[in-house]
């Protein structure tokens, strides 16, 4: 390259993004996918591309740090986004600090109790005004061992439940609303479950029958990011409520693991963000597996 060249791009997201090009810069291409790197004196740029053009986002991840969430925080950083990755104690996330030191500074791990609301308002306080293209509320429990059966609930554990799977990620949410809305994307995520359907019955082969407070979690979860979506919409945030499949992790259970049918987490990871990724308007609210397939609520 001899001389300097305007060159701009819009992403699948929506980002736009121009520059102009000096003899220093470099482009590669691979594929329908390709990398620029911008060299100049004081800093190396990276963006990526999938598709229709560049895009570098910022995606904030909670519970990222095992199973899904991990899996998450790797497919978008290895792709080039930069990642905020919350976990309620990072300095025993040895998995996710592995991998954090060897990403380039693409991931950044923040401390996040879902469930406390000073731990919330101390994350923003961390973020201030940081724009945020995409959340995705994955941090969950699935309230065993304590019962919640058909014959017998602990109480206190439904209320727990409740609040971590229901409360904490519409609370998180309006805390980041302002960060949000600073992004280009504007994708707001839940990852949710198919046991938070009260339309569909389950027979005694699997575990929903055990999981009461599980399911009524996902359930008001479910209702609380559908009324976001409606009434967000204005603003131009577009609500994603994704079911991520059976898959093989702690959440999963025995039974996931010991099934021919279940998924990898890092299969639901590139699923869903597949999935994020054609997010619409239109999409905005609905139900469904990573894969499209609507749910009934």
Not at 68 to 92: F, N, S
Not at 173 to 191: D, E, P
Request: aromatic share 6%; net charge positive.
């Amino acid at each position: 390259m001899n001389r300097s060249t305007s060159v701009s791009a819009e992403s699948s997201l929506g980002r736009k993004t121009a520059w102009t090009a000096s003899p220093l810069q470099k482009l590669s291409a691979k594929g329908d996918s390709f990398a620029v790197t911008v060299q100049c004196a004081s800093s190396t740029i990276y963006a990526n591309s999938l598709g229709k053009g560049l895009f570098m986002t910022t995606v904030l991840i909670t519970g990222a740090n095992r199973g899904v969430g991990l899996a998450l925080v790797k497919e978008y950083a290895t792709g080039g986004d930069q990642v905020i990755a919350t976990c309620r104690e990072p300095a025993k996330a040895d998995a996710l600090n592995s991998f954090a030191m060897a990403s380039n500074g693409r991931v950044r791990i923040l401390p996040l109790e879902i469930a406390d609301e000073v731990s919330i308002a101390s994350l923003k306080r961390v973020l201030a005004d940081e724009p945020i293209d995409i959340i995705i509320n994955n941090a969950a429990i699935n309230g065993t061992p304590k019962e919640q059966t058909y014959l017998r609930i602990d109480g206190e554990n439904y209320i727990h439940a409740v609040r971590v799977n229901a409360l904490g990620p519409m609370l998180l949410s309006q805390a980041l609303f302002a960060n949000l809305r600073r992004g280009t994307a504007k994708r707001l995520v839940a990852i949710t479950s198919s046991y938070g359907s009260i339309g569909r019955d389950w027979d005694r082969t699997v575990t929903a029958h055990e999981r009461y407070a599980y399911r009524a979690s996902k359930a008001a979860l479910n209702m609380g990011m559908r009324s976001l979506s409606r009434d967000w919409a204005e603003f131009g945030v577009i609500v994603g409520i994704i079911e991520p499949g059976w898959v093989r992790t702690d959440m999963g259970g025995k039974s996931a693991l010991e099934t021919a049918t279940s998924i990898s987490a890092e299969e639901s990871a590139r699923g869903m963000k597949d999935c994020i990724s054609k997010l619409t308007p239109e999409t905005s609210g609905i139900f469904q597996r990573f894969w499209g397939e609507v749910l009934p609520w």
